[in-house]
């Protein structure tokens, strides 16, 4: 099969066009010696209606990805483009104008923490809405009573605070508070990683209804690979500030096609099926032979034990599996050798069992 190189201008096939298209967007923080590329030639679409699942492991820059998308942080190069409009290139009354529609939604990690601590449910899910102005009392009121139904809050706790309720109502607080605003995208931080599984369970759940209900496109952070088997429809692997798997979630969890999304499914005990590759025959050992290294190597070469002399070239992003029609998306990997590395994992030894105990 002949790779395709993964571009912002790549023609689909799907029908509709995607809401969301992040193009080829660097992240740089900091100034002079300081400054830190945080995110490397992002790439990636949501449509109408998708659940899309962002996994890597801490410092993969998944919570700068979703902070530039909602206009917190500005790209030094590529572009945001929302419903047609390259948002990130908005300035001044226009971008304030942008971020008073409501259109893009942030859910964030720690739900109501900032907030004043003696203000109602009520106020909390109102904010945003007496914040942009333009509706009466009235008005903010039905809204706030319509979200809180979405979320399954029982309107007497409206007039309670945030201390007078549990750590599953506040997280489908934060979430109200984002649906009252009337939004096209979902971006969820974490939003069940301090919850316990009972609680988990509701929010993901509700998650999947509302994408359901009002074919509400969600983008969602975590680390929980188990969660998004279970709601996610497509998962975008980050390392180090690069994308490096995106795919439908149940042919990436099945056969993983680059081996730092086979290490994280490897890790996580609650999707490994028995006839999976272990940790041990995924990670780097001291018989392994000296990785590329050097400023143009792939990132992920240091600890990957399949690396070889073509990977001191980052490898470019392609197309392992194209879009069918009946499907807004395909698959694709940034590896040199993904058609290799699982047949030389498979022969890697196993650990015996006195070994791992």
């Not at 395709?4 to 100034?31: F, H, K, M, Y």
């Not at 004043?116 to 903010?140: F, K």
Request: hydrophobic share 40%.
């Amino acid at each position: 099969m002949t790779a395709t190189r993964v571009t912002e201008t790549a023609s689909d096939s799907a029908t509709t066009a995607p809401l969301l298209q992040i193009e080829s967007v660097d992240v740089v923080l900091g100034r002079g010696w300081r400054a830190a590329t945080i995110l490397s030639g992002i790439s990636l679409r949501v449509w109408p209606g998708e659940i899309v699942g962002l996994v890597g492991e801490t410092g993969s820059g998944k919570t700068t990805l979703a902070r530039t998308v909602v206009g917190l942080i500005r790209p030094k190069r590529g572009r945001v483009v929302f419903d047609g409009k390259d948002i990130s290139a908005s300035r001044g009354r226009e971008r304030r104008a942008q971020r008073r529609t409501g259109h893009i939604q942030f859910v964030f990690q720690d739900p109501l923490r900032s907030l004043d601590p003696d203000m109602t449910i009520a106020q909390i899910v109102g904010e945003g809405l007496a914040i942009r102005g333009g509706l009466g009392s009235g008005e903010i009121a039905r809204r706030v009573t319509a979200a809180a139904e979405k979320v399954g809050l029982d309107a007497r706790l409206l007039s309670r605070t945030p201390g007078q309720i549990s750590g599953g109502q506040r997280q489908r607080v934060s979430i109200a508070r984002a649906l009252a605003a009337d939004p096209r995208l979902l971006i969820c931080d974490e939003p069940v990683s301090a919850l316990d599984a009972s609680n988990r369970n509701y929010v993901l759940r509700l998650l999947g209804q509302l994408r359901d209900s009002l074919s509400l496109p969600i983008m969602i952070i975590s680390h929980d690979l188990s969660s998004l088997a279970g709601i996610a429809d497509r998962i975008v692997v980050l390392y180090r500030g690069r994308v490096v798997e995106d795919g439908p979630v149940g042919e990436v969890f099945a056969s993983p096609r680059h081996p730092y999304t086979a290490l994280l499914m490897a890790s996580a005990p609650s999707v490994r099926h028995e006839r999976e590759l272990s940790v041990h025959q995924l990670r780097r050992t001291a018989a392994d032979p000296a990785p590329p290294a050097g400023p143009g190597a792939c990132v992920f070469a240091a600890r990957c034990p399949f690396a070889a002399a073509i990977c001191a070239t980052a490898p470019e992003r392609i197309v392992v599996t194209p879009a069918v029609a009946s499907a807004s998306f395909g698959r694709s990997v940034a590896c040199h050798r993904h058609d290799e590395w699982p047949a030389l994992a498979s022969d890697r030894a196993r650990p015996s069992a006195s070994a791992q105990q």
